[in-house]
């Protein structure tokens, strides 16, 4: 009788577990385009899966009409949320939180074909900050390469025609310091960057290369 009780619970954990693994997990945004429609976007996992299925719906005066239906790879729980880069409106999905290749695919709303259009190599950049300078705002990246975050890679880029354009790259080997940008001088060890106020650093490196000029 007292092996019933663990086999019992042990049953039970397991039970659990593939409940909760096989949750379906659901979540809805809306933006509205540069003319002031509606849209309406679904996204909504498959159990025991790690694709989910988003609908992309176009809103006016409570009626909804399908545009576009694809599937896409996340990472649980599900996180989907409204992106905007240069005056284009879309989504992030969370895809690897720990940023290692990359944190989230992102889908612009191409308003000419009324559908959602995946930005090519956005995942592959891992975590994203910007810059506000005369009311612009620049993005840069930060991704890791390995040596235990000694080898990096940060990329001063922009977005046309749904891919990735690199305006300017700064970089670490593991040892010594790489960038493109000519108009500063840089150290070559990667020491300079290399500290407690790495991100810091990496942060007024790209805002002085954008008071500089691209």
Excluded at 160 to 184: A, M, R
Aim: aromatic letters at 14%.
């Amino acid at each position: 009788m007292r092996y019933l009780i663990p086999l019992f619970l042990f049953f039970l954990s397991e039970t659990l577990f593939a409940q909760s693994e096989g949750q379906i997990e659901k979540q809805v945004v809306y933006f509205t385009k540069n003319n002031g429609d509606t849209i309406e976007i679904k996204a909504q996992t498959t159990a025991f899966s790690d694709t989910a299925l988003i609908t992309v719906l176009y809103v006016k005066n409570k009626n909804h009409k399908k545009l576009q239906q694809f599937k896409i790879l996340f990472s649980s729980p599900l996180e989907v949320s409204i992106a905007s880069f240069d005056n284009k409106k879309g989504i992030n999905i969370v895809y690897d939180p720990a940023v290692r290749n990359g944190n989230s695919f992102l889908y612009l709303f191409n308003e000419a074909k009324n559908i959602l259009q995946e930005v090519k190599g956005f995942r592959e950049l891992g975590m994203i900050s910007s810059i506000e300078y005369k009311s612009h705002k620049y993005f840069y990246s930060y991704v890791s390469c390995g040596c235990a975050d000694e080898c990096w890679i940060s990329k001063l880029f922009t977005i046309k025609h749904y891919k990735i354009y690199t305006l300017e790259k700064l970089s670490c080997d593991c040892t010594s310091l790489i960038s493109t940008y000519n108009k500063i001088s840089v150290a070559s060890s990667c020491e300079t960057f290399d500290n407690k106020q790495k991100f810091e650093n990496i942060a007024q490196y790209w805002k002085t290369v954008i008071e500089k000029g691209l």
